[in-house]
């Protein structure tokens, strides 16, 4: 089975300094990684995805993650915060979707400080 | 085009009174998941549908929980019986058949009294 860990339930981070939200995950296979975005009272919204292909994966909203398999990570960044990046932010992993549906890292909420 | 809805937004009930939960995927999307988030943690993985046949019901939290889809349009999640534990938003999410890249509807939040 397949796990996700999130570092960090809060991360704070001032106004145009960079963003490092951490995620590590379990699994016995190649896994499907996935960094979702949920706002206030909204949906999950997809971010970006690894799926087997770059290892650098560039997302929307100036996002992007890198797939290292060596260290079992995913982590997200974002070079400048602006403060509309202020939310709630999942990892995910999926061994082959469908039946597996995606397991979910307790999430973490980042905080922009003006 | 359209995202994937559910209705109804916010659903307060009494403990013991049965629910049911609607979600209506993208068009044209074969598969759909129901999803439950309790305060503070993370989502909860419930159930999957190809077309209408779910082929592991395992991940559903009790025998309260059903589900259903008609053909490769509308959900329903039911709760029976209806336990102050089963208070959290429940979210749907529709992919193409393969799971890849899911779109998640804005949930439906339960509160049982």
């Known amino acids: 089975a397949q796990s996700v860990t999130q570092l960090g339930s809060h991360v704070s981070v001032s106004e145009g300094a960079l963003v490092l939200l951490r995620c590590n995950y379990s699994s016995s296979v190649p896994p499907y990684l996935f960094w979702y975005v949920q706002y206030p009272n909204q949906g999950l919204q997809l971010l970006l995805k690894?799926?087997?292909?770059?290892?650098l994966v560039k997302g929307i909203n100036g996002f992007e993650a890198e797939f290292k398999k060596s260290e079992t990570s995913f982590h997200l960044t974002k070079p400048s915060a602006h403060m509309s990046d202020a939310a709630e932010y999942f990892c995910a992993v999926t061994l082959g979707g469908g039946a597996d549906g995606l397991t979910f890292g307790k999430g973490t909420h980042l905080i922009i400080q003006p | 085009g359209a995202g994937v809805s559910q209705s109804p937004s916010n659903k307060v009930t009494e403990k013991g009174k049965d629910v049911e939960l609607r979600c209506d995927p993208i068009?044209?999307?074969?598969?759909l998941y129901w999803y439950r988030q309790r305060l503070g943690q993370g989502l909860e993985f419930l159930i999957y549908?190809?077309?209408?046949?779910?082929?592991?019901k395992s991940g559903l939290p009790s025998d309260r929980f059903s589900a259903e889809r008609t053909g490769e349009s509308v959900s329903t999640l039911t709760i029976q019986r209806t336990q102050q534990e089963d208070s959290a938003v429940y979210l749907c999410?529709?992919?193409?058949?393969?799971?890849?890249?899911?779109?998640f509807g804005p949930g439906t939040r339960l509160t049982v009294t």
């Open positions: 690894y799926t087997s292909a770059a290892t």
């Open positions: 999410a529709s992919s193409r058949w393969d799971g890849y890249e899911q779109y």
């Open positions: 549908f190809q077309g209408n046949s779910a082929p592991d």
């Open positions: 068009s044209g999307h074969t598969a």
